[in-house]
């Protein structure tokens, strides 16, 4: 009973962290009425860069008044061209005009409105747009939704028409170009939405004759606007690839001089195009139509500078980056999967040359300078991630060559990190290396999460704003990243713990896999509740089989209990909280509740199939998974010797492949969390195989100190941290790979001593004195 104990408190400790963490949640003002009216006005295609005090001085005071934001203009097809952002700002959800598109530019729309009363309009097509949205595509968007919360709303221009347009496409009052007067039309209903054409192409002087015949539009707007009301200016869609971030400006009472944000976005400064119709609802008291809208009402929040200039470059530099982090991120990552894929190849042949054989024939070593060349190009892979993520600390998108600047700098402060490994006190143990590898990329991470995520924000290694999936928090590079850092460091440091009883092993790997778990689902710093639950069952895995042998049915009961127990206690918090502030996992939750479950269900698996075929990464998780399968956990390969001797190492690696693959899978991003940790943990798991190979056929005791002598850097027998072969047998199953070296009988060992237990291997002296005394009584040399 008491054996049985241990693994309940574990995994009620590691629920209690989880619950905790996720749990608590940020303080958010709920949105209040502040306008008797609403006025919406877009400008396809208008950027921070367009607005300026002299091309564009309405627009300029506004913003030194109102409240401004980065708007990702995102909707259900890219690019979202003119006609798609109108259609998802009318639903509130990504929704996207029907019809074949071909190329990087936008066709012409091709709205028909008619006008049959002279009042409204009609839009003709609008049926088939419904069912297009409705049954064509995954988000369940219906248009019109926003004119349908409202008893009446106004339309000028035909891209005022298609978001104005009720589902069966009436729009209540329409005019086809704005009055010279509007004061009269835009009074007339609580919701006006006013289409002031676009701002194209990428011709300096053409963009900003554009941009100032939509300004002296917008002076109208304003000089007609209702008492008391609230005018929103967006960029409501681009024109072109590649996609950029646009205008968000916010005009009215509570929106004074502040940030706009949001609760899809979380980050200050950053809304979407679907906020924009909850916003207007919100604004004037209206209740939302949870069901249909995907956006949340936005937010004004302070500490915007006082300098509007400053305030307004800050949104500007956001869009430059962004730009430039999608044209380098594609070239980084592939780059990354050849040169990962093309150092397995290189290692294969060492590692069938680096057992060391006893008798006088056998192949001829390995030059210790390749070997050496090889063990940093190996840790140089492993940290290549956590250093193009600390390249965003320069601002190397401002350059005219962008992607040399970032390539330039990440070779740079790579060098750095390998050198910094390579001379760290105790890099010729066998397990150094990857001890100092895992401890800078968790530190990486997590000075980035704990200091707001901002490397993370439209980072090459990151998210983009463009995208519309995350504005903050950890990314699903980030999560492969730490999950596998953190459950590295756990094992190494159970592993290190040689002087205490083994049992403390689960004891270690809870107390910093616990900690990496409220680091990843708190919604203060990772805001990943689906990361958070699956590092849980990676952490419950290590943790149960850390002290050695198998991953029984028992043990993975309890870690199965302990994700499962995460999950509901995250589950019943966010289902209190209200429906604007409930994460993904209540959301979904709620979806199941009221019926509309499966569309949530059919987005994650589109999302999977998506990124599974169109990620570099699935390359990188591919390729380390048939390196680990086919090469590292062969008889020759020396993992599976790595984990007989090192049991807390294997608990740490199971726990990752755990982790890494139950984020991916219910993260909707398919194998991109398995492919970040595999570029962590596939090279550092090389590495440290050729050492132990390396050392397969010492006869020796382990002691204390010496320096590396061997061939391949690892340290001589009674060297530190350099187990003997003598040790797989003091941990458990595992332990030698399933060949024999033409080696002589060895000697009869030397009794157990108290010493014994603190090797390495971590196992207790009476076993390793049965196990040394069984392969001296056979005659059979371990190999």
Not at 654 to 660: E, R
Request: hydrophobic share 50%.
């Amino acid at each position: 009973m008491l054996r049985r104990l241990p693994p309940v408190l574990l995994t009620l400790l590691v629920v209690v962290l989880g619950v905790t963490a996720l749990a608590a949640r940020p303080a958010t003002e709920t949105p209040r009425r502040t306008a008797d009216f609403v006025v919406l006005v877009g400008v396809a295609g208008l950027r921070w860069d367009d607005v300026d005090a002299q091309a564009t001085p309405t627009l300029w005071r506004m913003a030194q008044q109102g409240s401004i934001g980065s708007l990702s203009v995102r909707s259900a097809h890219r690019p979202t061209c003119p006609v798609d952002g109108w259609l998802t700002l009318g639903a509130g959800n990504f929704a996207a005009w029907n019809g074949s598109r071909g190329g990087s530019v936008c066709p012409p729309a091709g709205v028909t409105v008619e006008q049959p009363d002279g009042i409204g309009a009609n839009l003709p097509d609008q049926e088939s747009v419904v069912q297009h949205n409705q049954q064509r595509l995954p988000w369940g968007a219906v248009p019109g939704a926003l004119a349908e919360s409202v008893r009446c709303s106004v339309a000028v221009g035909p891209g005022a028409a298609v978001a104005a347009a009720r589902p069966f496409g009436r729009v209540d009052r329409y005019a086809a170009a704005l009055p010279d007067d509007p004061a009269p039309l835009l009074g007339s209903c609580v919701l006006s939405i006013v289409d002031l054409g676009t701002v194209t192409g990428e011709d300096r002087a053409a963009r900003a004759e554009q941009a100032r015949r939509a300004d002296a539009d917008l002076a109208r707007v304003l000089a007609g606007r209702p008492p008391r009301s609230l005018v929103l200016v967006a960029g409501i869609s681009d024109t072109d690839l590649p996609a950029r971030l646009h205008v968000a400006v916010a005009d009215g009472p509570g929106w004074e001089r502040g940030w706009l944000t949001s609760p899809t976005t979380g980050r200050e400064g950053y809304l979407q195009l679907v906020d924009l119709a909850p916003t207007a609802l919100a604004a004037l008291g209206r209740p939302m139509p949870e069901r249909l809208f995907l956006g949340r009402p936005a937010l004004s929040v302070g500490g915007r500078p006082a300098d509007l200039p400053a305030a307004i470059a800050a949104p500007a530099d956001a869009d430059r980056e962004a730009a430039a982090q999608r044209r380098v991120a594609g070239w980084f990552f592939a780059l990354l999967a050849g040169a990962q894929v093309l150092l397995a190849v290189a290692v294969l042949p060492l590692l069938r040359r680096a057992r060391r054989h006893a008798g006088p024939v056998g192949p001829a070593p390995v030059p210790r300078r390749v070997v050496a060349t090889v063990e940093l190009l190996l840790i140089a892979a492993a940290l290549a991630v956590p250093a193009a993520l600390l390249a965003d600390v320069v601002p190397w998108w401002r350059g005219d060559h962008a992607g040399w600047w970032f390539a330039a700098t990440t070779v740079l402060l790579l060098a750095g990190a390998t050198a910094a490994v390579r001379f760290a006190p105790g890099h010729d143990a066998t397990l150094g290396p990857l001890g100092a590898v895992a401890g800078l990329a968790t530190l990486v991470v997590a000075a980035d999460v704990l200091t707001g995520a901002r490397l993370q924000l439209n980072g090459v290694t990151g998210y983009s704003a463009l995208e519309g999936g995350r504005f903050s928090g950890l990314g699903t590079v980030g999560l492969g990243v730490f999950a596998a850092g953190s459950l590295l460091c756990a094992g190494w440091l159970a592993q290190r713990v040689h002087r205490v009883h083994r049992r403390w092993r689960p004891m270690v790997v809870v107390a910093v896999g616990g900690a990496a778990v409220v680091v990843v689902g708190s919604p203060y710093l990772g805001a990943d509740s689906i990361g958070a639950i699956a590092l849980t069952a990676g952490v419950s895995v290590a943790a149960a089989i850390s002290t050695g042998g198998w991953l029984t049915v028992s043990r993975l009961v309890w870690a199965g209990m302990a994700g499962l127990a995460i999950m509901i206690g995250f589950a019943v918090v966010d289902l209190r909280r209200p429906a604007t502030e409930r994460g993904s996992l209540g959301r979904f939750l709620a979806a199941l509740g009221d019926g509309t479950g499966g569309l949530t269900v059919h987005r994650s698996s589109t999302a999977n199939f998506e990124t599974l075929v169109n990620s570099p990464l699935t390359v990188l998780a591919l390729a380390g998974a048939l390196l680990v399968w086919f090469a590292l956990l062969q008889p020759w390969g020396g993992l599976m010797r790595l984990f007989g001797i090192y049991p807390a190492m294997r608990a740490a690696m199971a726990g990752t492949g755990v982790a890494a693959g139950l984020g991916g899978l219910l993260g909707g991003s398919a194998l991109d969390v398995a492919g970040a940790a595999g570029a962590l943990v596939v090279p550092m798991a090389a590495l440290a195989a050729l050492r132990v190979l390396d050392h397969s056929t010492d006869r020796t005791q382990p002691g204390d100190g010496g320096p590396a002598n061997g061939r391949l850097g690892v340290a001589p027998p009674g060297g530190p941290d350099r187990p003997a072969a003598d040790d797989g047998a003091g941990d458990g199953a595992g332990a030698g790979d399933g060949t024999a070296s033409p080696a002589e009988p060895p000697p009869a060992p030397p009794p157990a001593s108290p010493a014994d237990a603190g090797t390495d291997g971590g196992g207790d002296a009476p076993e390793q004195a049965t196990g040394r005394a069984a392969r001296a009584s056979t005659g059979v040399a371990t190999a």
